[in-house]
């Protein structure tokens, strides 16, 4: 019924930027908090930055200055700017969301199948 779709990750030198982008998809009918999260080799996926339906945002202490999430609600698209990146920063990218689709009452997490973002000189 619903779809995350992630994009724009790849391989970039130390020092560069990127731009993700989820678009959600489906019979949604509200969209309620937006994230991302990343995971690396033989880690925990982490929070790195969530974005309220109002706007308001957080971030992992990692990325705070580097990192900014925005969101475009008349497109259910969240993005995830990446300046400064540092190959520590090399993970699967994965976006997620709270979800509520028509008939429904509540809201249900939703997630991407992840996009790989590689720092590497």
């Known amino acids: 019924q619903v779809q995350l779709v992630e994009s724009g990750g790849g391989l970039v030198q130390p020092g560069g930027s990127l731009r993700l982008s989820c678009a959600a998809s489906g019979s949604i009918f509200s969209i309620n908090d937006m994230g991302w999260y990343r995971q690396a080799p033989g880690k925990q996926r982490e929070l790195v930055a969530g974005?309220?339906?109002?706007?308001?945002?957080n971030y992992a202490e990692s990325v705070k200055g580097r990192f900014t999430i925005s969101r475009d609600n008349a497109k259910n698209t969240v993005y995830l700017q990446m300046n400064s990146l540092k190959p520590e920063d090399t993970a699967a990218y994965y976006c997620n969301a709270g979800i509520m689709v028509y008939g429904s009452i509540r809201y249900r997490d939703y997630w991407g199948r992840g996009t790989q973002v590689t720092v590497s000189s």
């Open positions: 974005i309220t339906s109002g706007g308001s945002t």
